[in-house]
């Protein structure tokens, strides 16, 4: 079992910044690639973000178009945390955001962006974005 708890979200104007974090407990955090997914009001959850377990030196991060360049994704195995470090933020950013662990050794890109395929799931936090 993982446990996930988010942390970090609140109510800020657009344009403002705010960084997520998601603290992992349990199991080997580092054998986990981790997602960020988000959840509007009467929309399903989709996907922000993600980084893959290590490779090498080298993580592997993708990205939701609608955040791409203005999210970004990190990870700190020491702290067993995950970052979401959101800039610029928009209204239609608004949401209830999850982090998620996936245990599978390799993903495709598509794979890595549906909910249904990851393991363990925190609480959420919520982002809101005033205009």
């Known amino acids: 079992q993982v446990q996930l708890v988010e942390s970090g979200g609140g109510l800020v104007q657009a344009g403002d910044s705010l960084r997520l974090s998601c603290e992992a407990s349990?199991?080997?955090?580092?054998?986990?690639?981790m997602g960020w997914f988000r959840q509007a009001p009467g929309k399903e959850r989709e996907f922000v973000a993600r980084?893959?377990?290590?490779?090498?030196?080298?993580?592997?991060?993708d990205y939701a178009d609608s955040v791409k360049g203005r999210f970004t994704i990190s990870r700190d195995n020491a702290k067993n945390t995950v970052y979401l470090q959101m800039n610029s933020l928009k209204p239609e950013d608004t949401a209830v955001y999850y982090c998620a662990a996936d245990s599978a050794i390799t993903r495709n890109v598509y794979q890595g962006r549906v909910a249904a395929l990851y393991d363990y799931w925190g609480q959420g936090t919520q982002v809101t974005v005033s205009s």
């Open positions: 980084i893959s377990r290590r490779s090498g030196i080298a993580y592997y991060v």
């Open positions: 349990g199991r080997t955090f580092s054998n986990y690639a």
